[in-house]
């Protein structure tokens, strides 16, 4: 799971601005040695493209390429760089941002699927806290941003990530009602489920800093760097349990400052 990929540090040029947002993103040069690591280490093997939902379930799940949010940094330089290697990548769009500054145009959404990358929805507004919103908010958030991004690319829209990185079963509930095949979580977790007919993944986090021969490892399937995922994510999710939202506003205030 990436986001945003920036040239010459500017963090706030593509996608969400902001000190917690910039974590998650890259710069230009680090990025593509993760995608050099990345091929080594699956020798040739390739990060297969985009998931088909409808397809039977596989043996072994190939490495899927997540990119969230729909930062413009999609259209460029990621897109070009994935197809490099002859890779291709799954883009979700936080929809409310579509033609907003730092964010893709309806142009560029099409542009990036007539190149053979996954649109898929992130939802429209982009919930800090996904789990913690009703049933008629998720189905809000997954239906209607489903709709945009179909009138957008005359096509159907199936599959969607999470914001936030809070899911819950209700979530994914929504997702399926929604008419969505397949729903990408932050769970670092190789364990795939279905709920009512949505296919539930896990993802590994890449974020600033991480050097490329983790993200290596983590496509690879080697046990430690994903072991080392799997326990602080528990961490987390204990602490976000009992902090419930204090957890997100003490983390927001530490890392604006
Ligand atoms: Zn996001």
Known sequence: ????????????????????????????????????????????????????????????????????????????????????????????????????PGFLTREQIRGLRMRGHLIGSHSCSHPTRMASCSWDQLLTEWTASRNILEEILSEPVTVASVPGGYYSRKVGE???????????????????????????????????????????GLAAGRTFPRLKQEALWKTKKAAKFLGGGAYVRIQKLLLDR
Not at 59 to 67: A, D, G, H, I
Request: with cysteine.
């Open 174 to 216: 929504a997702a399926a009602t929604a008419g969505l095949r397949a729903l990408f979580t932050s769970e670092p977790t190789t364990a795939v489920e279905r709920v009512n007919g949505c296919l539930v993944l896990g993802r590994y986090a890449v974020k600033k800093g991480m050097g490329p021969a983790v993200s290596a």
């Open 1 to 100: 799971m990436y986001h945003d990929v920036v040239e010459d540090g500017l963090f706030d040029s593509s996608g969400f601005p902001g000190a917690h947002a910039a974590l998650y993103k890259m710069e230009r040069g680090p990025f593509e040695e993760h995608l050099a690591a990345i091929r080594k280490a699956i020798h040739g093997r390739a990060p297969a493209g985009i998931i088909d939902p409808a397809a039977p379930w596989p043996r072994q799940w190939p490495v899927f390429l997540t990119f969230d949010d729909g930062g413009s940094s999609a259209f460029s330089p990621i897109a070009c760089l994935l197809e490099k290697h002859g890779w291709r990548g799954h883009f979700f769009m936080t929809t409310d941002q579509i033609d907003r």
